[in-house]
């Protein structure tokens, strides 16, 4: 061996790793943790508090302390005749900018929660995922929501509270959504999940341009992730575990989730992902409003049939 191939293999070996993106630092956090951090002294160690609820009038009557409304619902609209779709990038990132979404920061997210049909968690998880698609890495969800939060006796205010214009990272993660084309494409032995109520999955209903759901999904309604007096409560995993591999959802699959417009399928996928610790879970943001308007693309109702 020469000694310029022995060098080289020298500074080769000295050379530093290439640097790994950081891991998401996104979980769920008890009101009692959520007070803490929102009560620390200096402004700047505090989180951003993002209140998700659709009705503004929800948040003129009592918010958690510090936070700032960002309707869930701004972040979509109609795009080529299909509504509540995501909306293009730069919309986007002007939007959570505004709403004080910053790369450096800690973000709590929440909405309420009560017994079904109450599902405002889900507007709660739909903005953690728009979050950490535009690159932001640090969020939690309170457990519990408002509800959990005012049963602790914690402060509520109907005083505004506006956060600072934030700032967004340079690369987002766009790796976590999917598309139509990923959805029908997808590698044999992937799991794809329906996350809408079992009727709307066997084609029960009156809401649907089409009915039923994409051939070959399993069915797993998102409301069994959560508590039945309290749907902005998580379930601990050993109370759902059996029931998500009884059904096929297990760790060592590829999972993509969808639902009726992406809200329920975030929720979804932040339990499995964050809660219960799945490596690899990605959702279908056009869902089924999407994928019923493809005329083109088969449908299936009822139960899935045996093969």
């Given at each position: 061996m020469n000694r310029t191939r022995v060098a080289l293999l020298v500074l080769c070996a000295l050379a530093p790793a290439p640097a790994r993106a950081a891991e998401p630092d996104i979980a769920i956090i008890t009101p009692a943790e959520a007070k803490k951090l929102i009560e620390r002294a200096q402004p700047e160690d505090r989180p951003v508090v993002l209140d998700t609820r659709g009705g503004y009038k929800d948040y003129f009557r009592g918010h958690i302390p510090t936070a700032h409304h960002l309707n869930f619902d701004t972040l979509r609209g109609?795009?080529?005749?299909?509504?509540?779709?995501?909306?293009?990038?730069?919309?986007?990132?002007?939007?959570?900018?505004?709403?004080?979404?910053?790369?450096?920061?800690?973000?709590?997210?929440y909405a309420t929660g009560e017994k079904l049909p109450n599902d405002e968690i889900l507007s709660a998880s739909m903005v953690a995922y728009v979050l950490e698609r535009y690159g932001v890495t640090k969020i939690r969800i309170v457990d519990g929501g408002l509800p959990a939060w005012s049963a602790a006796k914690f402060p509520v205010t109907q005083e505004y509270f506006g956060n600072p214009k934030g700032a967004l990272p340079e690369k987002g993660h766009p790796e976590i959504g999917l598309t139509t084309d990923d959805v029908v494409k997808r590698k044999p032995g992937t799991v794809l999940v329906d996350a809408r109520p079992k009727n709307e999955y066997l084609g029960d209903d009156d809401v649907w341009l089409r009915k039923g759901h994409i051939p070959g999904a399993i069915s797993f309604h998102w409301a069994r992730l959560m508590a039945p007096d309290n749907t902005h409560q998580f379930l601990p995993f050993e109370k759902v575990k059996a029931d998500l591999e009884a059904a096929g959802i297990t760790t060592d699959k590829d999972i993509m989730v969808y639902c009726g417009t992406s809200r329920e399928g975030s929720l979804l996928r932040f339990y499995l992902k964050y809660v219960s610790k799945y490596p690899n879970v990605r959702l279908y943001e056009g869902s089924w409003k999407e994928y019923a308007a493809l005329k083109k693309l088969p449908a299936e109702t009822g139960e899935p049939k045996r093969k």
């Open positions: 109609t795009d080529n005749g299909v509504p509540v779709q995501y909306l293009p990038d730069d919309i986007t990132k002007a939007l959570l900018v505004r709403a004080g979404a910053h790369k450096d920061r800690l973000h709590i997210v």
